[in-house]
């Protein structure tokens, strides 16, 4: 509140900036309260702010709240009041408040805006800069996904809503809504007797009847009925709330019969969330006016068709079905928001990426399949994702791991909105050569699986100016990528499949770093392509990954990769962590796991694989369909080999088998770093068989085309 080196500010005596502080009592929210009242007012009136608070009553905090409520614009107070019908401490889901908002009618279209949520998104963030609500600051995400609202706050808003008629509230104090209880609340503060109830919270509660039978008007002017966490053993029948557009059951048993549902003419929100209910009926799809709709583990198995004829649908978020109607899911065309989990069936899948293009509307997409997302249906996916030029946020996640190239992908062309973008159960080939600056300025939040991750992908990575948090999977990495002070400015979140090293000043917003590190060398085979791994402590010497120059860091998680290391290695890379991690001076927390412990070798295995020299027995019936890939990695096993003697035994071997995996190993050798010489010795060729002994069908039914298999098959038929 003052200027530098303690400079009153203009308009502004020197001593009023410190009269405010004192006024707050050294309360934080009070301070942060008046200071976000005063930011956007000329510093020749806060003096009139200072005077309008009033002076040493205790009540300095609750004045100065009450100036915060009655300097809001009229649009947000009752985005704030209806806030006070939560528990108190409850974690609450943004999206949800912001759709309850608009099913209220708080939230009203101005001048070239499109979209009533993202009106109410505004409404949101101003009551975060207002300092009257705290957003959950712990996804590393772009928008806040969910809040808290502070205690001495929750307080003021609950009873003002009181005072105001705006929410009644039944809480643990009151056992039954009864004319005196709803009439009498302290809490409340319902000023008179003759007050109508416009909105009902219930939460926590037992209940007899509801409402009881003196209150047979209530239901009809009922605006809003939230009931949560609750039971209540007898509830006026549903149509009777005549006029209600907000009803909300969570995790209660209510004895509520949906049948008459389609009465509620006036109905914009609907959210049944773990209550169980006997049937949803056909007349749900009378509901017209119907713009959110929210139904999780309500114990049914089908969601019913009539949903797709709620044209109106703004919303729609399913969970805990065995069978949607897919097929028809293009009519909702006024979708904005579509969350559904699980998607069961080939057909259903099938129909569902189709009729996803249909929905032109759609900011975000969550959806989760049961099937693999197999090359044809990724295919059918890619159009209808390049139908959605409003999307903003999409989050994909399929059964499996389909192996995919990256070329179906690059026909997509993401709008540059897109913030969100989490593909899970689908491997890339390489990242998509979209996912760059220019391409996707706003990105913030990417998880993907690439097969191989290049440096020139880390680059585009790094340049992402909003990127905030980063999941990267890959099985084969570039090593040793060193990261610098101008890239990843933002990121406050990464997870990579390697370890990288960071120069001073990188990453200077970091706060969760997750990584893996190889105890060990290994070679291995994935999807017909050979691969390998170097101990991290050879590609990064003594693991120096400079971690002290994350500066922001707070938590590390590690994972130990143990394949092809001894019990004696794994410790001492667990120890070298361990200790680069400790001598952090934010002393971050740590947490080290291991994976592929079956691999560790024993003390022999090791010197048994350090062998330059080896002799081994191969049969030609086990090698003889295994593809090159499996002759490069058991070479590569050995590391510093420089001869192989391989006896290569012949029985029940045709002769083009034979040499089929002499080739084989032949090329394998060639391809090893060390080049070693290899001899082949046949054995028991006395033993091997011609083509009228063996039948050659199976070869006959093979599609490989390699020249060996053509040869081989050229002269069996001969």
């Not at 649009?75 to 409850?90: A, G, M, V």
């Not at 969601?303 to 109106?312: A, E, I, K, N, W």
């Not at 691999?599 to 369909?625: M, T």
Request: hydrophobic letters at 40%.
């Amino acid at each position: 509140m003052q200027g530098q080196e303690g400079e009153s500010l203009d308009g502004v005596s020197g001593e009023l900036p410190s009269k405010i502080i004192d006024k707050c009592g050294g309360i934080p929210l009070a301070i942060i309260a008046i200071a976000s009242l005063l930011v956007e007012r000329p510093h020749e009136d806060w003096s009139k702010v200072y005077e309008s608070i009033g002076f040493g009553n205790g009540e300095n905090t609750s004045k100065i709240l009450s100036y915060s409520y009655y300097d809001l614009p009229s649009y947000l107070k009752p985005c704030i009041l209806y806030l006070s019908k939560f528990q108190e401490d409850s974690i609450i889901d943004t999206k949800g408040v912001i759709w309850m908002w608009i099913g209220e009618g708080f939230v009203h279209l101005e001048k070239e805006e499109a979209s009533l949520f993202e009106v109410g998104q505004r409404y949101f963030n101003e009551l975060v800069n207002r300092s009257l609500i705290q957003p959950m600051d712990d996804t590393y995400d772009w928008s806040t996904q969910y809040f808290r609202i502070h205690d001495i706050v929750f307080d003021f808003i609950r009873k003002l809503s009181g005072v105001e008629n705006f929410i009644t509230i039944l809480d643990n104090r009151v056992q039954h809504a009864s004319p005196d209880n709803l009439r009498n609340l302290k809490e409340t503060g319902i000023p008179s007797s003759d007050s109508k109830v416009r909105r009902l919270a219930a939460q926590n509660q037992q209940l007899q009847c509801f409402p009881e039978h003196s209150m047979d008007d209530m239901p009809e002017m009922l605006r809003s009925l939230d009931i949560e966490d609750s039971k209540i053993e007898n509830m006026a029948p549903l149509h009777s709330f005549r006029v209600c557009r907000v009803l909300h059951l969570q995790n209660s048993h209510v004895p509520i019969s949906l049948k008459h549902l389609g009465r509620l003419l006036h109905l914009k929100y609907l959210d049944i969330s773990y209550t169980p209910i006997d049937v949803l009926p056909k007349e749900l799809g009378h509901l017209k006016s119907l713009q959110s709709l929210v139904l999780i583990n309500i114990g049914l198995d089908e969601l019913p068709p009539t949903v797709c004829s709620l044209t109106q649908l703004m919303c729609l978020v399913a969970s805990g079905f065995k069978r949607f109607p897919a097929n028809r899911m293009g009519n909702l065309t006024s979708l904005e928001e579509l969350q559904l989990e699980t998607i069961v069936g080939r057909s259903t899948t099938e129909d569902l990426v189709v009729e996803l293009g249909k929905l032109t509307r759609l900011r975000m997409v969550r959806i989760t399949f049961f099937e693999e997302l197999d090359e044809s249906l990724q295919k059918a996916l890619v159009r209808s994702l390049c139908s959605l030029l409003e999307l903003q946020e999409l989050v994909l996640a399929s059964k499996g791991l389909s192996q995919q190239g990256a070329t179906m992908w690059e026909g997509w062309e993401p709008p540059m909105q897109l913030r969100r973008l989490l593909i899970y159960g689908i491997r890339f080939s390489r990242l998509p050569g979209w996912i760059n600056r220019s391409r996707l300025p706003r990105l913030c939040f990417l998880c993907l699986d690439v097969y191989a991750v290049e440096v020139q992908d880390l680059d585009n990575l790094a340049r992402l100016p909003e990127l905030s948090y980063l999941e990267l999977g890959g099985s084969s990495w570039p090593p040793g990528y060193t990261v610098g002070t101008d890239g990843f400015r933002n990121l406050r979140f990464c997870k990579v499949g390697t370890a990288l090293k960071f120069h001073m000043g990188a990453m200077p917003r970091l706060e969760e770093l997750q990584f893996k590190v190889y105890a060990g060398y290994w070679s291995w085979v994935e999807d017909g392509v050979p691969l390998e791994q170097f101990p991290t402590k050879e590609v990064i010497e003594d693991l120096d990954l400079g971690l002290d120059n994350l500066l922001s860091l707070e938590k590390v998680i590690v994972q130990v990769d143990c394949s092809g290391a001894t019990a004696a290695e794994v410790q001492e890379v667990e120890a070298m962590v361990t200790r680069a991690v400790e001598n952090h001076p934010n002393r971050p927390t740590i947490k080290m796991d291991r994976e592929c412990e079956g691999n560790i070798l024993s003390d022999e295995r090791r010197v048994a694989l350090l062998q330059q020299h080896i002799e081994r027995h191969l049969g030609v019936l086990e090698w003889k369909d295994k593809p090159d890939a499996q002759f490069i990695s058991y070479l590569r096993k050995y590391r510093h080999l420089q001869k192989a003697v391989n006896f290569i035994d012949c029985a029940g071997a045709r002769m083009c088998e034979v040499e089929k995996v002499e080739a084989a190993f032949r090329r394998a050798a060639e391809l090893h770093p060390n080049h070693p010489t290899i001899q082949l010795i046949r054995t028991n060729t006395d033993e091997m068989v011609s083509s009228s002994d063996r039948p050659d069908t199976e070869l006959d039914d093979d599609h490989d085309d390699s020249p060996d298999n053509l040869l081989c098959k050229l002269q069996l038929r001969n």
